[in-house]
Each structure stands twice: as structure tokens, then as C-alpha cells.
T-cell receptor, first 114, second 113 residues
């Protein structure tokens, strides 16, 4: 158990809908990252937050947005969902958010778009 | 742009033998980190080992060691005394700048009894 929690574990929804994925980092970690893992794209870094501020952006679509709240939990919002958004979404956390920090991953949220 | 290459889509190893999983990277940033993660069939990502670009010694964590050859831009993972529970996907990743992360495509390791 990494100490990172993600809810829900599974999510099934329809095209065009909007969903919110939630992540609680390990106790003491200030930085949160979001990843998408799909069969065709592999593991893709989406976005990083550090202590409430956006710090780095990867291959995140405009339909997707994220935020980190004062209690350090984070939410990833996915809107206008398409079939291709079906994937495993991981959240990870680290202490300070620099390149030496180990990122600890949550169990993931499996999103299925029908 | 950073790039990670894992050229072995799948590997087999006999139980109790050692195995090397290859990883090469391409980065223009002088400061970076290299990570290996394990992903069992259950789906979670498990941190295994970290190597910093300025570290002089190769990283080791129990049965895992990282064969870091900076000039060749390679960071191969060596697993000694393979166990059945080592069967999983293994991902190499590079972290650079403010935690921009690039993952390789992974190597599926199967340990044979």
C-alpha cells in the first residue's frame, strides 16, 4: 500500500459525459501528479501540482482539467468524454516535487466510456 | 524532448536466475532522475529503484540494481534471484525539469518455475 488513495476504483460512463476522479496523496507529500495509461498510448504524464499550484503540464487535453485543494487532495475532471478516453488513470504523490523525489502511485481509477 | 526506449517487449527468465531489463534514454537536461516501476497484473504501479544523473554509484535496492552508464545513456535494471512474484510489466521512466516524466513502453517479464 503506497499511501496514495484514489476514488472511485472503477467508473463506467457514456460518451459526452463529465466525470471527476479524486486523489489523496500520502501524508506529508505536497506534490500530486496525474497519469493516463491506455493500450495505444502507454503511460502518459498529464499534469503536476505542487502545494496547490500547477507546476508541470504534459499531454493533457483541453477537455481535461485538474486542481489541488488546500488540504492537498486533487481532482481530475474529464469532460465531453470520448471512447478513446477509456483508460486507467493514476495519481501519484511525492514530497517536494523535484526530480529526485520518488513518486508513489495510487491504485488507479479505471474509466470505461461506452 | 525526453525519450525512453525499452527494446524488449517481453522476456522470460528461469526462477532463481538473474535478468537484465534494458532502458536507454535521450535527454538534453543535465539534471534528471531515472526510475523503474513494476506493474503486476493487478494494475498498481510499484516503485523499485531510483538513480540520479549526478549519482556516482549505481543504485541498489535489495534484489534490484541499476546498471547506470551515463555516457551510453542507459539505465538497465538487474533483478537477481528471480522469483515467481517478479512476473509483471516493468517500466523505466525519466524525470527532468520540474518533474516532467516520460515513461517507456514497458517490458513484460515472465518468471518460469
Amino acid at each position: 500500500d503506497s499511501g496514495v488513495t484514489q476514488t472511485p476504483k472503477h467508473l463506467i460512463t457514456a460518451t459526452g459525459q463529465r466525470v471527476t476522479l479524486r486523489c489523496s496523496p500520502r501524508s506529508g507529500d505536497l506534490s500530486v501528479y496525474w497519469y493516463q495509461q491506455s493500450l495505444d498510448q502507454g503511460l502518459q504524464f498529464l499534469i503536476q501540482y505542487y502545494n496547490g499550484e500547477e507546476r508541470a503540464k504534459g499531454n493533457i487535453l483541453e477537455r481535461f482539467s485538474a486542481q489541488q485543494f488546500p488540504d492537498l487532495h486533487s481532482e481530475l475532471n474529464l469532460s465531453s468524454l470520448e471512447l478513446g478516453d477509456s483508460a486507467l488513470y493514476f495519481c501519484a504523490s511525492s514530497e517536494e516535487g523535484d526530480s529526485k523525489d520518488t513518486q508513489y502511485f495510487g491504485p488507479g481509477t479505471r474509466l470505461t466510456v461506452l | 524532448a525526453q525519450k525512453i526506449t525499452q527494446t524488449q517487449p517481453g522476456m522470460f527468465v528461469q526462477e532463481k536466475e538473474a535478468v537484465t531489463l534494458d532502458c536507454t534514454y535521450d535527454t538534453s537536461d543535465p539534471s534528471y532522475g531515472l526510475f523503474w516501476y513494476k506493474q503486476p497484473s493487478s494494475g498498481e504501479m510499484i516503485f523499485l529503484i531510483y538513480q540520479g544523473s549526478y549519482d556516482q554509484q549505481n543504485a541498489t535496492e535489495g534484489r534490484y540494481s541499476l546498471n547506470f552508464q551515463k555516457a551510453r545513456k542507459s539505465a538497465n535494471l538487474v533483478i537477481s534471484a528471480s522469483q515467481l512474484g517478479d512476473s509483471a510489466m516493468y517500466f523505466c521512466a525519466t524525470v527532468w525539469g520540474y518533474q516532467k516524466v516520460t515513461f517507456g513502453t514497458g517490458t513484460k517479464l515472465q518468471v518460469i518455475p
